[in-house]
């Protein structure tokens, strides 16, 4: 069996990228705070983050077109600020795509070879590659307004990619196209990544499309990484509650740790109801003030309270949010918090056992949520 691809998990691999305490201030304003980063070779990873916690800001100085205020960013060992943009191995792919609207698709590829001064057999021999890869090998006569946004979109990655850097940057690059459309285009990125074996880093501040593409993910938080980990630790094990919060739906619940045992503690979330049991790696004394995050999927809603669960909840159905193929239940808790449970939709809206106003028990495993302590 071929190992999963985790170089961050060997200690003696080498990174690609090493950014070592950063700080970029614009003024008086930190946009970037004393950030340290690996990233490795072949790795597809993404720098998520609400708007304003520096994300492109940390792009725009790996593609040079800022300079840190303090630390150093390296590739391949190599320091990059005294490198130009124009001569780093290093290209960028913007949301605008900004093509040549008055050259073919075959001829905006090209561009970027044409003024390196590199030989015409070899451009043709690229372009021609790139653009079977990126399958727009019909459309190269044609001129960017005769494209649909997705091909556009193809044409910008296939002028980026041309050039064979060791580091393609993606900012927002699926922005400007409709839901089903980047979906299916997320997909061809890995694909494209993978073939190609070039590093991609992408800023996004989109969750779905950080969890579908990347092997690693930074969420960044006010210039500093809240966590950094790969697609699944982030959403099963998130350290903290900005974390939880940001990476898919949850609902967290605060209260006060009552014990600790047998690899657990007892939390207590709700005067006159009986402490949660969480599993958990952590040990905080009593009395600690702690949260419960815990994923919709994993709470069960019914009429009665279930027999044999963990940890079970009374309360009032408040909200229904209908998706098609799942049903999100908003249940209202005697203090007044909410809790969110989830449902496949087997059958159908109308017969739904479970309706607005209804009394109702929620319900989970001790190890179906994870205990946060900030």
Known sequence: MTPPFAPWADPDAKPLIEIRNVTKRFG?????????????????FAILGPSGCGKTTLMRMLAGFETPSEGEILLDGQDLSPIPPAKRPVNMMFQSYALFPHL????????????????????????????????????????????????????????ALVKRPRLLLLDEPLGALDKKLRQETQFELMGIQETLGTTFVIVTHDQEEAMTVSSRIAVMRAGELAQVATPTDLYERPDTRFVADFIGEVTILDGIVTAASRGGVGLSVMEGAPDLRIITPHTPPAGTQAWLALRPEKVSISRERPADADNALAGKVLDIAYLGNISTYHV?????????????????????????????WVAWEEDAGVLLLA
């Open 28 to 44: 008086a304003f930190e946009a970037v705070r004393d950030l340290s980063l690996a990233i490795h070779e072949r790795e597809f």
């Open 104 to 159: 073919t698709v075959e001829k905006n590829i090209a561009f970027g070879l044409k003024r390196e001064g590199t030989p015409k057999a070899e451009i043709a021999e690229r372009v021609t590659d790139i653009m079977r890869l990126v399958q727009l090998t019909d459309f190269a006569r044609r001129k960017p307004d005769q494209l649909s946004g997705g091909q556009r979109q193809r044409v910008a990655l296939a002028r």
């Open 332 to 360: 209202a808790l005697p203090d007044g918090s909410i809790i969110k449970a989830q449902e496949s939709n087997r059958q159908r809206a109308d017969r739904r056992g479970i309706t607005w106003e209804d009394p109702v």
